[in-house]
């Protein structure tokens, strides 16, 4: 689950990271109220939306400016203005895609005085599992125009979650960015505080592009993302009270809802599948014949009737979808029970799209009959291959 920037900055405010003052404003009045009560006379006017490259991004529409998602104001009157011409128009950036996301809220914060730029995110190294630390002094940009140019500048270490945070690390990071004196105090000061927010919080992933020195020989915390794992969330009540659903695919909030795995993909062919290795085999072959995957669907091994009819119903919800792939090995999962959910599904919603269905394992003759015998006009298949054929086949012949 990811959070706005304002709400990742009260996350580590509240363990004492050095954050510039801010407020959250909904509404251009909100906004020029936010303004008037922090100190200027210079604010930052930032759009809140799940996705990087805000300052370099574009507005769609002509009456929000040419002048990006992030812009400087020196004076009240100029951020609400820009509040007037940022909310409620759309955003596009390089990670938003040509579609963009609509601005819905902003966070007006006190403008700093910027000397120096470093990058610093954590997550969680899984081949050492362990959290990790990233550092660049090459802050403000693309890390990953670091990495390719010059990942000599890129800088690791993980901590041993058995001693946790020790005062080499804050060394090893302050040497890391060329930090010394109290620069590097601060440094190792803050290292300490972010991995401990980490833990508590049980975040995916910390990164905060840039971590700045001011002209006061500060270090602060000018941006930060903040994800976190689902699995714990059940621990962090408050953190799930900051979702922002506006900005999820409402087909990936409604697949939550009954525990499925559900990525939407920009393809043309539907899948459900049971078990996420099955899944990305059949996106791949789906590819190799011709055409592209509109969702990774991963209904797993205890699947019932009612969790795959809202599969069905989601995938053929998505109105690029001009062909549906059932495929599934039935192991733990039976095969009659995708054949009665499928059905259910298609009786409840109708079937526009051609739909081939692979079944094997568990129950798969019970499976069969059930779909042979149900009236529809469902494509079976024999195998993998054969059904990613019958499903790209089907939907080029409809195009």
Known sequence: MNIHEYQAKA??????????????????????AAARALPGPVYVVKSQIHAGGRGKGRFKE????????????????????????????????????????QVNRLYIEDGSSIEKEFYLSMLVDRSAARV???????????????????????????????????????RTAARALGLSGDLAKQCEALVTKLYTAFLAKDMAMLEINPLVVTAQGQLKVL??????????????????????????????IEASKYDLNYVTLDGTIGCMVNGAGLAMATMDIIKLYGESPANFLDVGGGATKEKVTAAFKIITADPNVKGILVN??????????????????????GLKAPLVVRLEGTNVE??????????????????????????????????
């Open 366 to 399: 019970l499976g069969k009959k059930i779909i042979n015998e149900s009236g529809l006009n469902v494509i079976s298949a024999d195998d993998l291959d054969d059904a990613a054929q019958k499903v790209v086949s089907a939907v080029k012949k409809g195009a």
């Open 223 to 252: 941006d930060a993302k903040v994800s976190f794992d689902d699995n714990a969330l059940y621990r962090h009540t408050d953190m799930l009270a900051l979702r922002d659903e506006t900005e999820e695919d409402a087909k990936e």
């Open 11 to 32: 996350v580590l405010r509240a363990f004492a990271a050095p954050v510039a003052e801010g407020k959250a404003a909904f509404t251009p009045d909100e906004a020029e």
């Open 132 to 170: 990790a630390f990233v550092l660049s002094t090459e802050g403000g940009v693309n890390i990953e125009d670091v990495a390719h140019h010059t990942p000599e500048k890129i800088h690791t270490f993980s901590i041993d979650p058995a001693t946790g945070i020790m005062p080499h690390h804050g």
């Open 62 to 101: 002509a009456s929000a400016g040419d002048k990006g998602g992030v812009r400087i104001a020196r004076s009240v009157d100029e951020v609400k203005q820009f509040a007037h011409e940022m909310l409620g128009a759309t955003l596009v950036t390089v990670q938003t895609g040509p579609v963009g996301k």
């Open 328 to 349: 599934i090995f039935g192991g733990i999962m039976r095969c009659d029970v995708i054949a009665e959910g499928v059905i259910a599904a298609v009786k409840e919603v």
